[in-house]
Nanobody, 119 residues
Framework: VQLVESAGGSVQAGDSLRLSCVAS????????MGWYRQGPGKQRELVAT????????NYADSVKGRFTISRDSAKNTIFLRMNNLKPEDTAAYYC?????????????WGQGAQVTVSS
């Protein structure tokens, strides 16, 4: 499975941004997809996930109510809509796919997208 992310961007606090991630290859292996992020001097954080079968979503507490993950199953694409962005959202965002049960290690990654939020 290969993942290609859209570019990030530089925005002002309060602005919105949407990331996308397209999967290709043996997409039947994908159990779930989502994004991690890592800000400067911070640990990697799981931001949002969406499962393949049920479309169940999960969010980090830090983004609940502001970020929305969605999918276009026909296009093997997921989206992360980020509203009301804050400077603390500044990070490199990495799309991932969970291939647990098919591959070891189970996670495969996109190339990353830098999101910078200025106050």
């Amino acid at each position: 499975v290969q993942l290609v992310e859209s570019a990030g961007g530089s925005v002002q606090a309060g602005d919105s941004l949407r990331l996308s991630c397209v999967a290709s290859g043996h997409v039947f292996m994908i159990n779930a997809m989502g994004w991690y992020r890592q800000g400067p001097g911070k640990q990697r954080e799981l931001v949002a996930t969406i499962t393949t079968n049920s479309g169940r979503t999960n969010y980090a507490d830090s983004v609940k109510g502001r970020f929305t993950i969605s999918r276009d199953s026909a296009k093997n694409t997921i989206f992360l809509r980020m509203n009301n962005l804050k400077p603390e959202d500044t990070a490199a965002y990495y799309c991932y796919a969970d291939l647990g049960g098919w591959e070891t290690p189970p996670l495969t990654w996109g190339q990353g997208a830098q999101v910078t939020v200025s106050s």
